[in-house]
């Protein structure tokens, strides 16, 4: 068995070393007969506990037939509630704030994602409503303070500072500042998904909307029409992954209406920096700030600039990001600079191709998604691996032959093939090392072998997939894996 050396570092635990420099963290899982007792904290460590949430979990595990099945569901879908919750009020405001699990930062797309599936409940839980109204208030904060940021520390005061040696306009509350268009869109997906659940536009004070109008502005001005723009990057190291070329500001561009992003979902840094995925996760996220505008706040004419400039980036990914593909017709490109060289592939991380209907990005039955998604899930994309353990999409962050469950669940989330679901569940069971927890990534051939025992999203991501089949698939659920 030959493990990547460049990721693999055999530990018990999480490295500090491999976290301060910046590789992929790997443990090694011992081989124990697996017990099916809860690994939750005790009650009385746990950060929030939601009734509404408590209340969901018991009836899903339920009808969960398989044990194995139905411990990691109990484990898994609540790990961020219990785990990485800080909250409170600051400022006069109500504050949440999230960390990733073994990281003790927030990433704005990261704790979106972590408290997306606990949305659905907040009508029947007050303090759940409380809790995310928090992170709306934290994520405008965090926006106001640098909307180039991807990741932020609880406060300017703590001891780690994260990246501060960078080359780039860092403050003391960044954990790192690498800019992805994505970040900014899972702030307006947090918001417009609050308000279509509760109706409550009450969080739209002055400093939202000072909040949208500066990530419209960034948007523009990483179109680039008129230079490359205020911001730039570069880390010292020796991984290019982690740095943007040409004097920090990536390679070059044509302005054609597409938004650049020097680095990708994954923090990995863009070859062409029009990020496909990310760009029609863009346009989204504009009809969705157009919405609220129109429906909620009455600004007509800001509702109508956030819709101008959903048009444009929505023409600009038909025109240069549609590819002609010799085995999978047309398709869209990972990545495209304007200028006609395109990088074809897809990563595991969300914004992915594969995950753009689960972000209602884009239709699942629309024939491009299909062609797209064959290719995905094909060996023709270099980032998909087949091996003894399992089949998956990985990427660049965490090397050559890792497969990232994140995948796998979005996978799942996005097929109407129930065999393909049933396959996706036997390989996420088969997977998890004996933990009950879901990781960032494991090797193709022996999941003994992971990264992060602590990952908050793809645990509460999990869970989501668990909950929609219990919604719209329960016969899933009713047979061992």
Known sequence: MTIPRRNFLKITGISSIAIASGLPHFSFAKSNALTLVSNRPAIANRKFVSKAVEAKLLEVKAAIKDPELAWMFENCFPNTLDTTITHGVVDGKLDTFVITGDIHAM?????????????????????LKKLIQGLVNRQTKCVLIDTYANAF???????????????????????????????????IRLAHGYWKTTQDASLFDADWHKAMRAIVNTFKEQQRKTGNGSYRFRRN???????????????????????????????DGTIFPFLIPSNLFAVQALKQLEEIYTSATLDLVFAKECRTLADEVDAAVAKYGII????????????????????VMDDANVPSLLSLPYLNSI????????????????????????????????????????????GIIIRAMTSTDEEEIRSCITMLKATHAGTGFIHESFYKDDAKYFSRKWFAWANTLFGELMVKLYQEKPHILKKLY
Not at 111 to 127: G, H, R
Not at 244 to 257: E, L, S
Not at 324 to 343: P, R, T
Not at 378 to 394: D, L, V, Y
């Open 107 to 127: 990433w704005l797309r990261d704790s979106t994602a972590q408290i997306w599936p606990y949305l659905p409940f907040v009508n029947k839980d007050v303090e």
């Open 153 to 187: 520390n609880i406060s300017a005061n703590v001891e780690d500072k994260g990246w501060q040696q960078d080359d780039t306009a860092m403050k003391p509350e960044l954990h790192e500042r690498k800019w992805e268009i994505d970040s900014l869109c899972y702030v």
């Open 237 to 267: 190291g020796s991984n290019p992954t982690d740095t943007a070329g040409f004097d920090g500001y990536g390679n070059k561009v044509n302005p054609v209406g597409l938004i650049a992003s020097l680095f990708r979902p994954s923090d």
């Open 324 to 343: 002609n593909h010799s085995e999978f017709g047309k398709m869209y490109a990972y990545e495209v600079d304007g200028y006609g060289s395109m990088l």
């Open 363 to 406: 239709d699942y039955k629309d024939p491009l998604y299909i062609n797209t998604r064959k290719y995905a899930l094909s060996e023709r994309n270099p980032w998909f691996f087949n091996g003894k353990a399992a089949q998956g999409i990985g990427g660049p962050h965490t090397g050559r032959d890792t497969i990232w469950p994140m």
